[in-house]
């Protein structure tokens, strides 16, 4: 196994994509590793959440992108009913903004989707043994480039769901809040992008990959 002095893996994982070719090359890699046991796939983020609690497993392997909850509102779930669990969190944008609050955030490993499998398979047994991995390229992202202004995870979901075109008051339906929560959140959020207008927000945050679900193979 690479990382020679490491102890030798005994972990159960959750493969959580909502494409199953991915879920199945995550797994393919997983497996390689001597010792990593796969107890459940999920689907979509609710799924994940729920068997996360179910399971607890030792680590999550967690697509940024799905339906129904998305990576770092997934993350904070995770923390909270599972603390132990170690996290490894794909993504396919390169939004420095995004990425900055993967890494604020906490997460233990990061990596692009399009990125070298061996990068995985040589990282499991340093984040459960409790280090942090982040890809090379994302790494050389992150030192490059200026930071996009940084959403909170409902912030983002707040984005996502302004456009689908729904109106303050059926988001705060959704999402089980108040009116007033969701018009706090939206003036953050445009404050926070500088933008004046639906149309510049939307706009924005396509151009920065904020939205989430644009996160595709």
Known sequence: MAHDGLPKVSATAIVADDHKLLRDGIKQILQSVDGISIVAEAQDG???ISLVRQHKPDLLTLDMAMPYAQGLEIYEEVRRWSPETR????T??????????LVTAGVDGLFAKRGDPDELKDSVSVILSGGKVIAPEIVTLLEEGTPASSLTARERQILSL???GLSNKEIAARLGVSLKTV???RTNLMRKLDVHSIAEL???ALREGLLEGSDQL
């Open 46 to 48: 609710l799924e994940a």
């Open 87 to 90: 996290v490894i969190v794909f």
């Open 92 to 101: 396919g944008l390169t939004s420095l903004g995004l990425l900055s609050e």
């Open 162 to 164: 302004v456009a689908t």
């Open 183 to 185: 018009d706090n959140h």
């Open 202 to 204: 939307l706009t924005y």
